[in-house]
């Protein structure tokens, strides 16, 4: 099993989206080569078709536009789709995709933060996603958060107004003896793993191993997902693009077996 070329031969699409305009905040940047860094010479256990979306450098906008376009036209070819980023901001435009094409499909964000801060000039930045997703087809019920480490002061006011799901790193048993219903979209920021198995990355604030990671994305069986907020340029020794790796092959194993 390996790379294909034909969409008819593939048991997944993934799909490159290298990106690092959506981190505003943050000097520690370095996600646009993530894409190419993680798959590069790596060996698939499935037979998958590799897609890439090519970013405007200068423009945020039009970029997600391109992103929203690409992921549509994957949504019809009834395939599951792995998302490989660049920042987070890359997620909004893929699960906005797949929520109008799925209307039921459910969010398990999978992260140290919530993500859910206010827009900056318009702009949907990698931290205020989730907060925008509302706008765009999800209620708070359908949203579940794993793994948080980090809220800040603009988010608690913003949680006073929903009720969310929230399982921090000491709670991620309880998550697991939730009872998934329904097509559920996994959301993976490499920053929830702890720093020895993910020092590059923009804010390593994760406390969660890699082992507990597989077994959360085992348990939620997603029908789609992405993994984001990998930066080549600020690893230790290729632990992160190690982990991210790991992480690749167990989100393809879970998505083709949910297929």
Not at 16 to 45: Q, S, V, Y
């Amino acid at each position: 099993m390996s790379q294909v070329n034909s969409i008819d031969d593939a048991e997944a699409l993934i799909q490159k989206l290298p990106c690092d305009m959506g981190i505003h905040r943050n000097p520690r940047k370095g996600t646009l080569d993530a894409p190419d860094k993680i798959l590069e010479d790596l060996e698939f256990n499935e037979d998958v078709l590799i897609d890439e979306v090519f970013p405007d450098e200068f423009d945020l906008e039009h970029t997600h536009q391109r992103i929203h376009e690409n992921t549509r036209e994957l949504a019809g070819k009834d395939r599951p789709v792995l998302s490989v980023g660049g920042d987070h901001s890359v997620s909004f435009p893929v699960i906005k995709a797949l929520k109008e094409e799925n209307p039921g499909m459910k969010l398990v964000w999978l992260d140290s933060h919530l993500d859910v801060k206010e827009k900056v000039d318009g702009h949907v930045s990698h931290d205020v996603v989730v907060r925008e997703l509302m706008d765009h087809g999800f209620s708070e019920d359908e949203i579940i958060f794993v793994g948080i480490t980090r809220i800040d002061h603009d988010e608690e006011d913003f949680l006073k107004e929903h009720d969310f799901r929230i399982y921090r790193p000491d709670q991620v048993d309880e998550f697991m003896e939730l009872d998934l219903e329904g097509d559920v979209y996994l959301s993976l920021d490499i920053d929830v793993l702890k720093k020895e198995f993910a020092p590059g990355t923009g804010y390593p604030d994760g406390e969660l191993g890699l082992e507990e990671v597989e077994n959360i994305i085992q348990k939620v069986g997603p029908v789609h997902a992405d993994l984001v907020e990998v930066a080549p340029s600020l690893d230790i020794n290729g632990r992160t693009i190690d982990s991210a790796q790991a992480l690749v092959h167990t989100l393809l194993s879970e998505l083709v077996f949910e297929s």
